[in-house]
C-alpha cells in the first residue's frame, strides 16, 4: 500500500483493541507512511510489519512501535488529541522506549519528510507532558 498523501509505501498494522480510540473513526488497521509520517485507514495489515522500514530510529518491538505510530498520528493536533497522546507516550515509555528521544531521532533523519514539524511537536510535548 502506498500513501494516500505521498505516494510513498506505508506499513500497514493491526491496531490493538484497547488503542482504537487513539485512531481516528477507530479504524482496525492503519499505516504509517515512511516517509511523510501520517497515518492512514488500510484494508489489510502487513504480514509481519517492518517498522525498521521508516527509519533505523523508530523501535522496533511491536509494544512500542504501535503506540509510537499512533503517537505520530495525532501530532498534528495536540490540544485536540492530548488525552489519547498521554495515554501513548505512558505506553510507549513503559517498554523501555523514550518517545522523545525518538521524535528528535526522526526529525534528524534526513530520509523523513514528516508532514507534521517533529521539532516544534517535540518542544510543544515536552512542555505538554511536564
Known amino acids: 500500500m502506498d500513501c494516500p498523501r505521498c505516494g510513498e509505501p506505508v506499513v500497514a498494522f ?5 488503542l482504537r480510540d487513539c485512531v481516528a473513526g477507530e ?7 515512511t516517509s ?3 497515518l492512514s485507514p488500510a484494508e489489510n495489515p502487513d504480514q509481519d510489519p517492518d517498522f525498521s522500514s521508516i527509519s533505523r530510529e523508530f523501535p ?12 505520530l498520528g495525532l501530532l498534528s493536533s495536540l490540544a485536540v488529541n492530548r488525552k489519547e497522546i498521554e495515554r501513548l507516550v505512558e505506553r510507549v515509555e513503559r517498554t523501555g522506549t523514550d518517545p522523545l528521544l525518538v521524535l528528535d531521532r526522526l526529525a534528524r533523519d534526513p530520509e523523513i519528510n514528516a508532514e507534521t514539524d517533529l521539532r516544534g511537536r517535540q518542544t510543544q510535548l515536552e512542555q505538554f507532558l511536564d
Not at 60 to 71: D, E, Q, V, Y
Open 36 to 38: 511523510c509520517l501520517t
Open 14 to 18: 493491526d491496531v490493538p483493541a484497547d
Open 60 to 71: 522496533t518491538l511491536r509494544g512500542a512501535a504501535i503506540p509510537m505510530a499512533l503517537l
Open 27 to 33: 479504524e482496525p488497521v492503519v499505516g504509517l507512511c
